[in-house]
């Protein structure tokens, strides 16, 4: 697990090492640069004969200024490019500035405006470095700034960003205006929001962090989780467990012609360790589940979707699936409604369950019978926030937050860079593939977490489940297309059983 910083939380972390710690400003300058160009020499060991950095008139050019000064020490030949006047320059960016002059090092000032000379010395390079903006860039890059990354992207070498590639939102991703893209980006102290979160992820290429000296004591709201983490999370079964041990699921759902999303969402649970499965199913389809299912069982749901209905259909059960081919007609309705506010287990939402709630609000889930993980994919979060989807996209830290302090649960926020939220915290799920975008995950991620929060604490499961479905989404295809949902459920035990025995 990785924190995760906003710009506000970088600024913070600076600040702290400078005015509360006493680390001279400089040092720290220093010390990335050298972080930055140890990574650099190590990932393009073939390509640094002609080094071109372009660096602008802040903290970010300074940095690249240290890294043409290492390039110089490694015997190379840098070319430091400064995208603006050099008697604006102030601070440690100036003192490292100058200091390329005294070495001897190529150093030249250029204005924003003059395209054809950025591009002669863009021409030149066998790898270029983006010093231009960093972290603190809040606004949208445009006029002749614009062009100079227009330019690096439009070039033949490949880029390494030093901590943000420039006209990256640091805090959600979104491209402000412009942004290249990189091949690597070296990035300071601590992990980003931003290159953790589409289409920041694009841009920033490989992310490596650099240690600039600073004993970080802040806890970011935010943090990346990868298949590494899934030990820390799940414990191996003890000898003598049984199916009781392992715990009864429910998954209620699969009305006329969507029967098999409820199979899948059971067929999933076993796949991740429940004991038994049962699918609450209605009147109107419970033949045509009988005639599919051959380990799990059935169960009808009575007439009427009411509290007493509820709890006696949980009884003996550990968690609820709720939703997967559900149904949006009343009938639909009545059991979403019934079994998001008193189901007596931890509950997951998924699916249609999530189109009833909408209509409910979420604030509906604020006095559930127990913990509820809702389960939408973009479109449903827009719903469920009453925005459009694409609201949901441009900030989908902020969106993920509100879903989850709205109902007062936990929230699995779908798509590529899974987000889950709960208690003002967030964790992204690292893993993940395009092959994963057809029809049927969505009810195996719901049938995985749920068995796990048969074991976990709800967040815990949540998470684990995202990154056991991506995992075992990547495991399981060949390419970025052509999967199919019950062969991500079926790869489930194998990589549970390696990350287990790691």
């Known amino acids: 697990m990785h924190s995760l910083f ?165 805090n959600t991703g979104a491209v402000l205006g412009v942004a290249p893209h990189a091949a690597l980006t070296v990035t300071f102290a601590g992990h980003k929001r931003g290159l953790h979160q589409y289409p920041g992820v694009e841009h920033a290429g490989e992310v490596r962090v650099a240690d600039i000296g600073i004993p970080i004591q802040a806890s970011p709201a935010a943090s990346l989780w990868t298949r590494q983490d899934l030990r820390a999370l799940i414990a191996p079964r003890a000898p003598d467990a049984h199916k009781g041990t392992n715990g009864h699921l429910l998954v209620v759902g699969g009305a006329p ?124 979060a827009a719903r469920l926030l009453e925005i459009s989807s694409e609201e949901v996209q441009r900030d989908r830290f902020a969106a993920a937050s509100a879903l989850s302090a709205k109902s007062g649960q936990v929230v699995i926020l779908k798509g590529a860079r899974t987000i889950v939220a709960a208690h003002g915290e967030l964790r992204v799920c690292a893993e993940g593939t395009p092959a994963l975008g057809v029809a049927g995950t969505g009810d195996v991620l719901s049938g995985v977490v749920a068995a796990l929060a048969m074991a976990l604490a709800p967040f815990d499961a949540a998470i684990g489940g995202a990154l056991l479905h991506a995992v075992a989404g990547i495991e399981a295809s060949v390419g970025d297309r052509g999967l199919i949902a019950s062969e991500v459920a079926d790869r489930v035990p194998a990589v549970l059983a390696r990350c287990l025995g790691d």
Request: charged share 20%; aromatic share 4%; net charge negative.
């Open 257 to 380: 012609g969507k029967t098999g999303a409820a199979v899948l969402a059971g067929h999933a649970a076993f796949r991740a360790g429940a004991g038994l499965v049962t699918i609450g199913a209605r009147a109107d389809s419970r033949a045509a589940l009988e005639e599919k299912v051959i380990e799990l069982m059935t169960t009808a749901l009575p007439e009427e979707a009411d509290r007493g209905a509820v709890e006696s259909l949980c009884e003996g059960k550990r968690a609820v699936v709720l939703g997967p081919g559900m149904g949006l007609d009343e009938v639909g309705a009545a059991w979403a409604h019934a079994f998001s506010r008193h189901a007596p287990v931890p509950t997951v939402i998924d699916a249609d369950a999530l189109t009833h709630l909408a209509s409910e609000g979420l604030a509906s889930l604020q006095g559930a019978a127990a913990p509820r993980i809702l389960t939408p994919h973009p479109g449903e």
């Open 6 to 170: 906003t710009r506000e939380e970088s600024r913070d972390v600076d600040r702290a090492a400078i005015e509360e710690l006493g680390i001279v400003s400089l040092v720290l300058m220093e010390n990335a640069g050298r972080g930055a160009a140890d990574a650099i020499s190590e990932v393009f060991s073939e390509g640094l004969r002609r080094v071109v950095l372009v660096g602008g008139p802040g903290q970010n050019g300074g940095d690249a200024w240290v890294v043409a000064r290492r390039m110089r020490l490694l015997g190379y030949r840098p070319l430091a490019v400064l995208v603006g006047d050099s008697s604006k320059l102030r601070g440690d960016a100036k003192a490292n500035w100058s200091l390329l002059h005294e070495l001897g090092i190529e150093a030249v000032p250029v204005d924003p405006g003059d395209a054809e000379s950025i591009g002669g010395y863009l021409a030149e390079a066998t790898l270029i470095v983006d010093g231009l903006f960093g972290t603190g860039l809040d606004r949208p890059i445009t006029g002749g700034y614009a062009a100079v990354i227009e330019a690096m992207d439009e070039a033949s070498a490949p880029i390494v960003a030093l901590d943000l590639p420039s006209g990256l939102d640091a």
